[in-house]
């Protein structure tokens, strides 16, 4: 499976008990500034990059000027982040036809999946579901911006620069050639030991910095056709 899917033989081992509705404003406190959160310093390696996508309105906070850049994304935050970073309309027909078992039309994620699904950004698991309360994998994201990348550009990439982890093998297939793309675009990058860690759940604090590199990718390429 590819396109944000996952293949039946990987599961993250974890699931969201409780999904943090990711439309709710950056905070309530009129006293705070809208791009500043009590949890996240000012030497934040990731602060200029969420700053940027909360004055654009691609990610907020949690309410009460927290972010929680340590917590995990689920796949439905996954799809609002990348929908409202390709600002492609999310209005839903209401005769669209429902594809995920685990996906209702009164659930707050409903028009972000299913607005990636129909422009090939995201896939389900392949059994007709889409999991959206599963937290997105590492592997899986890099997938999704691959996808959007891919649809914004209308063509696929033409180079792709092969990386070796020591973790190589354990990146599915499917995942492949959007992490090579990815690491060569610097948009993702391995950590410190060499390691990816494809089946790792992926932060908040490190979906702003995707998320932020990829719009920046394709702004610059944007530019330079001019």
Not at 10 to 35: F, K, Q, Y
Not at 39 to 67: C, H, M
Request: charged fraction near 25%.
């Amino acid at each position: 499976t590819g396109g944000g899917g996952r293949s039946s033989n990987i599961n993250s081992g974890m699931s969201a008990n409780s999904v943090p509705n990711v439309e709710t404003p950056a905070n309530d406190d009129n006293t705070l500034n809208l791009t500043e959160f009590y949890d996240v310093p000012n030497d934040a390696w990731y602060k200029s990059e969420l700053t940027e996508l909360v004055q654009r309105g691609i990610i907020n906070g949690k309410g009460n000027g927290i972010f929680a850049p340590s917590e995990n994304i689920t796949r439905a935050e996954a799809a609002k982040m990348i929908v409202s970073a390709m600002k492609i309309t999310s209005e839903i027909n209401p005769n669209t036809k429902i594809i995920f078992d685990d996906v209702k039309s009164g659930d707050w994620f409903f028009k972000w999946v299913m607005t990636a699904a129909e422009n090939g950004i995201v896939n389900g698991t392949g059994d007709g579901m889409f999991l959206p309360n599963d937290f997105v994998l590492r592997s899986d994201m890099a997938v999704i911006i691959y996808n959007a990348y891919r649809h914004i550009k209308g063509v696929e990439p033409t180079s792709r620069t092969e990386y070796v982890f020591a973790d190589k093998n354990e990146i599915p297939e499917y995942a492949s050639d959007a992490v090579d793309y990815l690491v060569q675009k610097h948009i993702i990058n391995g950590y410190s030991d060499g390691t990816f860690r494809p089946n790792d759940s992926l932060k908040r604090c490190e979906g702003a910095k995707l998320i932020y590199g990829f719009i920046e990718l394709i702004e610059q390429e944007e530019k330079a056709n001019e």
